[in-house]
Structures are given as structure tokens and as C-alpha cells.
């Protein structure tokens, strides 16, 4: 079985667990910091701050910058649940700009929902490929509204050389499917000191010093144990990213020309870290997509659908008053063809060839 996602776990991170169990030490302590120093040099970041998950990151990050009931946020549409729930959570109203053919908030379409009542854009870097934030942060700007970046799937993305976290503030998950794992695990970038003070209150009851509460905070820690693995990851990050962009160009060379079949695409100037390798199959397509995603499970590959429909089209949330003018054209048709394909780098050029010339089979 070829599988959508695998965690390459090996001795460095067995190595660095055992320390920490050895240590006496299990939460919030010196192998946090050397996480967090981890990430801040393989990112370029000013300031970083581990949480316990990237939803937890999503929170505390528009939390840190003052978001809360009544403010509007403009998020995308075609997003993991959690970018929703973060918002809801914080007692946003969210409100959604359509997607583009890169998958990823279209900023012709932000440009026309923002309004002089929206406090916060969150952009969501799908599939790790950056958005057009050399388009979004002005639009954002010209409003008066803060950026909380989703880039819980975009460690390795980059704009203009720049990588996502190094500037702004920015979200990253660290959950088993992610580009490196902890496990679960979380980790806000900010290039402000004031959010990074708050974020690390926040994160800790929003404890001050000992016993001195600066506001309502949370348990958002992270242990010893999860920046241990951490640790040990982001000594492979760049050899990932490396051989998810080898095994995407290989895919997609192998792919090229099968009819009905949208195959992803790097835009000039934003890196793609392939966090998925994500096809679209269209009408045109010899095979419907749940079909093909049947067929080559069957034959041992497993795909995913990330995500079946806008992240806003489910009960719970249609009911919520927050939520309404939820017309997303482009996310809505998106959502019934997009198909991920393995990419990750445990798989080998056999794997690869095998995954490709089933899908053109299956597709002929
Ligand atoms: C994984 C993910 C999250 C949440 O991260 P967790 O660590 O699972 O809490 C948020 N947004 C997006 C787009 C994600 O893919």
C-alpha cells in the first residue's frame, strides 16, 4: 500500500525523547527553546512561540492581536475546519473570499468582500503553496487590516525568496500529516514583539509572573517530548522539502497531458513545498473523481480529498448567525474535483511511477 502520508521518524528523534524522559523535565522547558531556536533559524523568523497544536496557534495568534467578538476576518473557503473553528472560537465573524486556480484566496475576490469593517485577513497557504501575498498584503493594508497567515501546511513555502513566518504573523501546525511532525504541535511566527509577549502569556494561562494573570488565558503548552521530535525534524526539513518538490516534478511529468486532468502548478516568485500534490479531475475526465480515488485505493494507492466541500457548507455552521453571504462559486466547484496524490519523501521513483501510470490508466 502506498500511502497519502507517512512520518519519517528515525534515530535523532529517538535520541532527543530518551534525553527528555532522562531529564525530569516534561513541559515548557529547555528542549521548548531549542525548538523554537530550530525553528526560528530554519524559518528566519523574529520571534517564535510553540504551542500545543496549530489550531491552538491559529486561537492564540488572533487572540494576540486584539481579534474577538464582533470582528470581522476574511479567511478562504477551501481550508481545514480548523481555520473556521479558530474563528469562531475567538468570537469572529468569519466572512470568505473565493479561491483561484492555485487553490488559495483569489485577491480580485478579497479586493471586493473587504470592507472598512473587516479587522483581520487570514490567508490559508493550501497544500504548502504560498498564496500572492505580494497582492493580498496591500489589499489588506489599504484596509487598515491585520494578516494572520494559516501556514499550517506551508512549512518550506516562500514569496519572492522570502519563506512564510519570516515576516507577519503566521500559524504552523506540526501534526502527524504535516511536513515535520510533533505529533501534535503548533508554532506562531510574528515579526512583533508585543504579539510575541502576549502569545507567550496566552499560551500559559495568561500568566504574567508567578500568580499575576495579565487576561483570560489558556493551557497551550507544549512538552518536552513534542520539541524533542521537533527538534529532530527540522534537522530534515530542507531534505524533505527537497524530495517533495522531486517527487511533485516527477508526478507531474508523468501525468502531463491526460485529458480532464488539472495538474498543480508553481506560480512565479511563491515556492510550493508540496505539502500535498493535489490534481483536479474534471468533467472531461474519462472517470468521475470519487470513482478514480475508489479505483486506485483498490489497487493499492491511497489518495486524499482535501477538502469535499467549502469549509463553511456543513450544518453546525450553516445554522451559526455568524456565517451567511457564503456564495463561493469557484470553491464550491473546486471542491468536487480536487484529488491528492502521495507525495511524501519516504516514497521512491518506483512508487512514483507506479501511482502515475495507474492514474493514466485508470484515466484512458
Ligand atoms: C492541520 C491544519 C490546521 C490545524 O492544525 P492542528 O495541528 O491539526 O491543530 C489548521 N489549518 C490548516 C489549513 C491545516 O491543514
Known amino acids: 500500500m502506498i500511502r497519502i502520508s507517512e512520518p519519517t521518524i528515525g534515530e535523532a528523534e529517538e535520541k532527543l525523547v530518551l534525553e527528555v524522559l532522562h531529564s525530569g523535565r516534561l513541559v515548557q522547558g529547555p528542549m521548548v527553546e531549542r525548538f523554537e531556536e ?15 497544536n496549530g489550531t491552538s496557534a491559529l486561537v492564540a495568534a488572533l487572540q494576540a492581536h486584539g481579534i474577538g467578538p464582533g470582528d470581522d476576518v476574511i479567511t478562504s473557503p477551501f481550508t481545514f475546519v480548523a481555520t473556521l473553528n479558530a474563528l469562531l472560537q475567538v468570537g469572529a465573524t468569519p466572512r470568505f473570499a473565493d479561491i483561484g486556480f492555485d487553490f488559495n484566496m483569489d485577491p480580485a475576490s478579497l479586493e471586493a468582500v473587504i470592507s472598512p ?3 483581520a485577513v487570514m490567508p490559508v497557504h493550501l497544500y504548502g ?3 500572492d501575498m505580494d497582492v493580498i498584503r496591500p489589499i489588506a493594508e489599504r484596509a487598515d487590516a491585520v494578516i494572520v497567515e494559516d501556514a499550517a501546511q506551508a512549512i518550506g513555502a516562500a514569496v519572492g525568496g522570502v519563506n512564510i513566518g519570516a515576516t507577519g ?4 501546525s506540526f501534526y502527524a500529516t504535516k511536513t515535520i511532525t ?5 508554532l506562531v511566527t510574528t515579526d512583533d514583539v508585543d504579539v510575541a509577549a502576549r ?21 497551550f503548552r507544549m512538552t518536552e517530548i513534542q520539541a524533542a521530535v521537533g527538534v529532530a525534524q527540522f534537522g530534515r526539513l530542507s531534505a524533505f522539502v527537497e524530495q517533495r518538490r522531486a517527487n511533485a516534478l516527477a508526478l507531474t511529468e508523468r501525468l502531463a497531458g491526460i485529458d480532464g486532468l488539472l495538474l ?36 493499492g ?7 469535499p466541500r467549502p469549509v463553511f457548507d456543513y450544518p453546525c455552521f450553516r445554522e451559526d448567525p455568524r456565517l451567511d453571504d457564503l456564495d463561493v462559486p469557484q470553491a464550491t466547484l473546486i471542491a468536487g474535483q480536487v484529488l491528492s496524490l502521495p507525495v511524501h519523501p519516504a516514497l521512491d521513483i518506483d512508487a512514483i511511477d507506479r501511482v502515475a501510470s495507474l492514474v493514466r490508466r485508470e484515466l484512458s
Open 169 to 172: 504573523t503566521s500559524c504552523f
Open 301 to 307: 494507492v491511497e489518495c486524499g480529498i482535501y477538502y
Open 199 to 219: 502569545l507567550r502569556m496566552l499560551r500559559n494561562q495568561g500568566q504574567r509572573g508567578r500568580y499575576d494573570y495579565a487576561f483570560i488565558g489558556h493551557n
Open 129 to 131: 503553496l504560498a498564496c
Open 38 to 52: 530550530s525553528a526560528r533559524d530554519a524559518i528566519g523568523a523574529a520571534e517564535v512561540v510553540a504551542v500545543n
Open 264 to 299: 498543480p502548478s508553481e506560480p512565479a516568485g511563491r515556492r510550493h513545498a508540496y505539502q500535498q500534490y493535489t490534481v483536479r479531475v474534471t468533467p472531461d475526465a474519462a472517470l468521475d473523481r470519487d470513482v478514480l480515488a475508489e479505483k486506485l485505493l483498490a489497487q
Open 117 to 119: 469593517a473587516t479587522r
Open 182 to 186: 510533533t505529533g501534535e504541535g503548533g
